[in-house]
């Protein structure tokens, strides 16, 4: 067998940051989206003193040395763009982060993440991006993948996978892909010729964790799927979405000239830096990428399931609240609420209370009651429920919500009866954990509040617990 080599006339290695925190990187984000946010926007020493006290307090960094804490924060910034430093050397909290606290929607994020991600960008060091405006790249990596996948299965008539070897060997450190654009037909072929005559790549992490860091933020965004880690596939249940990243025209053009020319300098590229971080941060306008999250539990024929699986269930559960026209699909609280309010039904008729499920009321928003669901005990007694969702398409551990003003004040006059339902929604699960009585639980020392509008709340585990949720069949 031989060994795959680029051309040397078309190799060029393109690259750009990877965060220390690459391997836990859904936990980190929404943690540090809410500090950036809770942040917001001041003069530069005193906003990165203040994040990088939040970086200290993320679990397992309370020894990290300073220029550890610094990496991670730089990281932040150039990579996702999460919060930027002006011309007056003032830092701002951007949108990406600011919809990322809100909303809890890690597969939105890292959707939008990818939209505007392209080569070059000011997401690397500005002798980096000069090196890559002089060698004329000028690349969207997502966009050209999903073009790729969906060109192949069209042509072929079945499903299409590329590994992270030949994202980066035939397409990432190929001149022909990121500077010329070249037919997604012709780089299929050579694709499938190296299949054929069994042409093996160097599979040095090294070298190919460009391409795969790639390949797992889409993944990330649900865009692919991969049943092993190694060959990844378009997601279908996502072809709308898809859709938008193959005829996008987006591109952050300033570099152009410089591109054009194959020339620039340092200052032309830093002058460029602050208007990249704007760009990043844009408002999505008509190009909506919220999680519609009844085709997020859709179950590909692919993988393997048993007959009744618990997501499945859940599957089934969500086409049923689909049908119903008040639903919003693509707003988590209100899936979140839907799901509880669901849980609650099913949890009284085990109980054998079926008597008092029409109880069980959602209550609107506009009201400003402090709780989403009215539901009862199995003695009739109230149970008033705040739901916080989070989504991600893999599961994660996250330990802070956020209770607005009248949300706290409802818990402080509901006490025992006033809950706060934490569900973390993945594609793999679905997690409830149950908080009861925050105001006493602060009392005990079982959580940390910080005023921030309303109360931010720190708890341990300790402090509540996990219960399966019910489908309300």
């Known amino acids: 067998m031989s060994v795959y080599q680029i051309p040397e006339e078309y190799f060029f290695r393109i690259h750009h940051c990877r965060p220390r925190f690459k391997g836990n990187v859904e936990n980190v984000l929404i943690y540090i989206a809410t500090e950036i946010t809770r942040i917001g926007d001041a003069p530069k020493d005193e906003f990165n003193n203040s994040l990088n006290n939040a970086i200290k307090c993320f679990p397992g960094n309370s020894t990290l040395a300073l220029k550890t804490v610094n990496n991670w924060r730089t990281e932040i910034s150039s990579l996702f763009g999460l919060f930027y430093e002006d011309e007056n050397h003032y830092n701002h909290a951007m949108l990406r982060a600011k919809e990322l606290?809100?909303?809890n929607d890690l597969v939105e994020f890292f959707?939008?993440?990818?939209?505007?991600?392209?080569?070059?960008?000011?997401?690397?060091?500005?002798?980096?991006?000069?090196?890559?405006?002089e060698a004329g790249i000028?690349?969207?990596p997502t966009q050209y993948i999903l073009k790729l996948?969906?060109?192949?299965?069209?042509?072929?008539?079945?499903?299409?996978?590329?590994?992270?070897?030949?994202?980066?060997?035939?397409?990432f450190n190929d001149l022909r892909c990121t500077r010329d654009n070249e037919d997604v037909v012709i780089t299929w072929q050579r694709i499938q010729r190296n299949r054929d005559l069994e042409i093996e790549y160097v599979a040095d992490g090294d070298v190919t964790r460009y391409a795969g860091d790639i390949l797992d933020y889409m993944q990330h965004a649900n865009l692919l799927v991969s049943y092993n880690n190694k060959e990844f596939f378009i997601n279908h249940s996502e072809n709308e979405a898809i859709l938008k990243y193959i005829n996008s025209t987006e591109w952050f053009s300033e570099y152009d000239t410089m591109i054009a020319n194959r020339s620039g300098t340092i200052q032309d590229v830093n002058d460029c830096r602050c208007d990249w971080f704007r760009?990043?941060?844009?408002?999505?306008?008509?190009?909506?990428?919220?999680?519609?999250?009844?085709?997020?539990?859709a179950v590909e024929s692919e993988i393997p399931t048993e007959p009744e699986s618990k997501m499945q269930l859940f599957a089934a559960y969500m086409e049923k609240?689909?049908?119903l026209e008040s639903l919003k699909t693509k707003d988590i609280g209100d899936i979140g609420e839907s799901l509880v309010h669901g849980h609650e039904?099913?949890?009284?008729?085990?109980?054998?209370?079926?008597?008092?499920?029409?109880?069980?009321?959602?209550?609107?928003?506009?009201?400003?009651?402090?709780?989403?669901?009215?539901?009862?005990?199995l003695d009739d007694t109230i149970r008033n429920i705040e739901v916080k969702t989070t989504i991600s398409t893999k599961p994660i551990v996250f330990n802070k919500i956020h209770l607005t003003p009248n949300e706290w004040q409802a818990a402080k006059s509901y006490k025992e009866r006033y809950f706060v339902?934490?569900?973390?929604?993945?594609?793999?699960?679905?997690?409830?954990?149950i908080l009861q009585n925050p105001v006493e639980l602060f009392k005990q020392d079982l959580i940390d509040i910080t005023p921030r509008e309303g109360m931010e709340i720190t708890f341990r585990e300790a402090a509540g617990h996990y219960e399966e949720l019910l489908a309300w069949v």
């Open 421 to 433: 339902y934490r569900l973390m929604v993945s594609k793999t699960e679905i997690k409830l954990y």
């Open 279 to 297: 760009y990043v941060n844009r408002e999505a306008g008509e190009t909506d990428f919220a999680t519609d999250i009844t085709s997020f539990f």
């Open 321 to 323: 609240l689909k049908s």
């Open 138 to 140: 000028h690349f969207k």
């Open 101 to 103: 606290a809100e909303h």
């Open 345 to 377: 039904c099913q949890r009284l008729k085990i109980g054998g209370r079926e008597d008092l499920v029409h109880l069980v009321v959602k209550i609107p928003t506009e009201l400003g009651v402090g709780y989403d669901i009215s539901s009862r005990e």
């Open 149 to 171: 996948l969906k060109t192949a299965e069209e042509n072929t008539g079945k499903r299409c996978g590329i590994t992270k070897e030949e994202a980066c060997y035939c397409i």
């Open 111 to 133: 959707k939008l993440f990818l939209y505007y991600f392209q080569y070059p960008g000011a997401h690397i060091k500005s002798r980096d991006v000069l090196e890559q405006i």
